[in-house]
């Protein structure tokens, strides 16, 4: 029985890689733990994802957003496009639209115009937004066009 006990501690010691030393010295035990780099595994995931850096810009200078109504006519008929453009420096990251149509007719061309208006100003300088025409709704690129102007000014 103690020698069943000396060869269990024995492999226990082995393990850990704990050198047999006399009594009266202190031991430490310590346990390494094997680091698996990617190019190593042989199964399961192997590709790992990157993790880029991330900048964090001071949000006094880089980020805001700049609003501007526009009030404009339709065959006489009175309408009005308010429009807010959150900036990163001067890249667009983000556009709002509250638009007040005259008639049924406007409202259809300014909910197409707000469908497709995003992907032509999302991610660019807003000193190159310059838009014609977006979905067929001239009167509303022009009242969009107007407020992004007035935007541009005071970059």
């Known amino acids: 029985m103690v020698l069943g006990l000396v060869f ?20 430490t035990p310590t346990v390494s733990i094997p680091t698996i ?5 042989t199964g399961g995931i192997t590709n790992i994802p990157s993790i880029a850096p991330t900048t964090i810009l001071p949000t006094s200078t880089a980020l805001r957003t700049l609003s501007e109504t526009v009030n404009y006519s339709v065959r006489r008929i009175p309408e009005n496009m308010a429009v807010s453009i959150m900036l990163n420096g001067t890249t667009v990251t983000d556009l709002q639209l509250s638009q007040n149509p005259g008639s049924g007719e406007s409202a259809g061309y300014q909910d197409a115009f707000a469908a497709e ?23 509303t690129t022009d009242a969009f066009m107007q407020a992004i102007k007035k935007m541009q000014t005071n970059i």
Request: glycine share 6%.
């Open 117 to 139: 208006i995003k992907s032509y100003v999302i991610g660019k300088n807003i000193k190159d937004i310059n838009v014609s025409r977006i979905a067929g709704a001239s009167y």
């Open 37 to 41: 780099i990617p190019s190593q595994q």
């Open 8 to 27: 269990g501690v024995s492999v226990i010691l082995y393990i850990f890689d704990v050198p047999i030393i006399p009594s009266s010295t202190q031991i």
